[in-house]
Each structure stands twice: as C-alpha cells, then as structure tokens.
C-alpha cells in the first residue's frame, strides 16, 4: 500500500503556473497524493487576487483559518510537500497535533518566527535571495533541515531542476523505508 502524501500548494494554489502538474506526475504512482489549495484553506477572497492582497490576508488571520482547517481535515499520519504559506500552515498545525510522518517544505514563510518545530523529520529548502531565511542556529533549536538553493528565490519550487530534486529525494526516501525490513 502506497504511503499518504499530502500537498499544500502556496497561496496561488493551480492559478499561477502549472508546475503543481509537475509533483504529481512524478510522485502520483508512488505515493496517496491528497491536495489542498492552501488560499482555500485559509478561506482567501480571490477577488483581488495580487501578491501583496494574498500575502496580507493570509498574515491577517487567513493562516490561523488554514490551520484550523487544515487540523480538521486531515486525522490520519502523512507524509507533507508544501510550498510556501502551505508551509508554514502545516509547520504550526503539527506543532498543535497535525499527525505527520514528515514534512518536507519548499520556501515556507516566516518559519524564522516559530519557536517550535515539529515532532516529526523535517526537511526546508531555501533559495539563495530569500530575505527572511531562518539560521542554522535556529534549524539546530528545532531539529530541522535546511539547504539552502544557489541562485534561487522563493519561487524555486517551480523551476524544473527544484522539482526533479524534490521529487528524487522524496522516492528515494520512502523506497529506503519500504526495503528497510527486507
């Protein structure tokens, strides 16, 4: 049986780009993919749908509406991928009883805030330009991951390189769990 996976998109959700087409295609054969619209999540108007509007209304209480929902939602341990907000909503909802397995989280926002980090591995990619990276002093305090991406900006998730990198460490790790016992 294949592992849960569950995707938070960034606040765009599948309106902005179809790199979310590329993750699925290489992981949907080996993983239970469940997507979640991370904008939806928060319950976002999209009616001015520009970057300073999403970002705003997300800060402003949007991420405690994700993470309530999110909470709500999903009961059974998963594996997580998300990307930007998606991040940092599933960052704070493990840390208030979100089941995860892992979480692997490609440019969250202002994690460099949280005090807390999840009870669960944890892996974050940064790309190089990011502002509000968090210290590996910070990384150490809560137990994650970080690797920081030469030449890239928080959309680096959408690049293909990125993807493939993602999407490669992703299988390669729950095929080393799935042969572990043999």
Request: proline content about 5%; some cysteine; aromatic content about 10%.
């Given at each position: 049986?294949?592992?849960?996976?569950?995707?938070?998109?960034?606040?765009?959700?599948?309106?902005?780009?179809?790199?979310?087409?590329?993750?699925?295609?290489?992981?949907?054969?080996?993983?239970?993919?469940?997507?979640h619209d991370t904008s939806q999540?928060?319950?976002?108007?999209?009616?001015?749908?520009?970057?300073?509007?999403?970002?705003?209304?997300?800060?402003?209480?949007?991420?405690?509406?994700?993470?309530?929902?999110?909470?709500?939602?999903?009961?059974?341990?998963?594996?997580?991928?998300?990307?930007?907000?998606?991040?940092?909503?599933?960052?704070?909802?493990?840390?208030?009883?979100?089941?995860?397995?892992?979480?692997?989280?490609?440019?969250?926002?202002n994690l460099h805030r949280e005090?807390?980090?999840?009870?669960?591995?944890?892996?974050?990619?940064?790309?190089?330009?990011?502002?509000?990276?968090?210290?590996?002093?910070?990384?150490?305090?809560?137990?994650?991951?970080?690797?920081?991406?030469?030449?890239?900006?928080?959309?680096?998730?959408?690049?293909?390189?990125?993807?493939?990198?993602?999407?490669?460490?992703?299988?390669?790790?729950?095929?080393?769990?799935?042969?572990?016992?043999?």
């Open positions: 049986m294949a592992e849960r996976l569950v995707i938070l998109s960034d606040l765009w959700g599948p309106r902005k780009g179809l790199w979310i087409t590329s993750y699925l295609g290489y992981l949907q054969q080996y993983f239970d993919i469940t997507y999540l928060a319950d976002l108007d999209l009616s001015h749908p520009t970057a300073q509007a999403l970002t705003a209304a997300f800060v402003d209480g949007g991420s405690e509406r994700a993470v309530k929902n999110l909470l709500s939602r999903e009961v059974q341990p998963a594996h997580y991928l998300t990307f930007c907000a998606g991040g940092t909503v599933v960052w704070k909802a493990i840390t208030e009883g979100l089941p995860a397995k892992s979480l692997y989280a490609i440019s969250p926002m005090a807390d980090g999840p009870d669960c591995p944890s892996k974050i990619l940064y790309g190089e330009y990011m502002e509000d990276k968090p210290s590996q002093k910070w990384a150490a305090r809560t137990g994650t991951a970080i690797e920081v991406i030469p030449r890239f900006g928080r959309e680096m998730y959408s690049d293909e390189k990125v993807i493939q990198k993602v999407c490669q460490e992703l299988l390669e790790e729950s095929l080393r769990k799935q042969y572990q016992g043999l």
